[in-house]
């Protein structure tokens, strides 16, 4: 069965830094890109940053640009999302999803496979 695990969040003061991971079983992990979506209360999910399968290219929502990076280790079937600079703003639940192709997309319908999410809450 397809599971994906995220971990990592929490509560950091503005301007801190978070890693989240997200461990992933059940399928050949380096044949799909890896996406990271968030949500925060009142909001609708959105896209926050893709990487493809090989982790060579590299997709940003231009809210976290600058600021997050995108990672992954095929070797260990984790992708990664390091958050620097963290802002109020960026308070949501941070969900891993599986994309349904090698190259990662900001559409939501490309993706399956989604995680249980994990609280990211930053005060100011």
């Known amino acids: 069965q397809v599971q994906l695990a995220e971990s990592g969040g929490g509560l950091v003061q503005a301007g801190g830094s978070l890693r989240l991971s997200c461990a992933a079983s059940?399928?050949?992990?380096?044949?799909?890109?890896m996406g990271w979506f968030r949500q925060a209360p009142g909001k609708e999910r959105e896209f926050v940053a893709a990487?493809?399968?090989?982790?060579?290219?590299?997709y940003y929502a231009d809210s976290v640009k600058g600021r997050f990076t995108i990672s992954r280790d095929n070797a260990k079937n984790t992708v990664f999302l390091q958050m620097n600079s963290l802002k109020p703003e960026d308070t949501a639940v941070y969900y891993c999803?599986?994309?349904?192709?090698?190259?990662?997309?900001?559409?939501?319908?490309?993706?399956?496979?989604w995680g249980q999410g994990t609280q990211v809450t930053v005060s100011s």
């Open positions: 059940g399928f050949t992990f380096s044949n799909n890109a």
């Open positions: 990487i493809d399968w090989s982790g060579g290219s590299t």
């Open positions: 999803a599986r994309g349904r192709t090698t190259y990662g997309s900001s559409y939501q319908w490309l993706y399956s496979y």
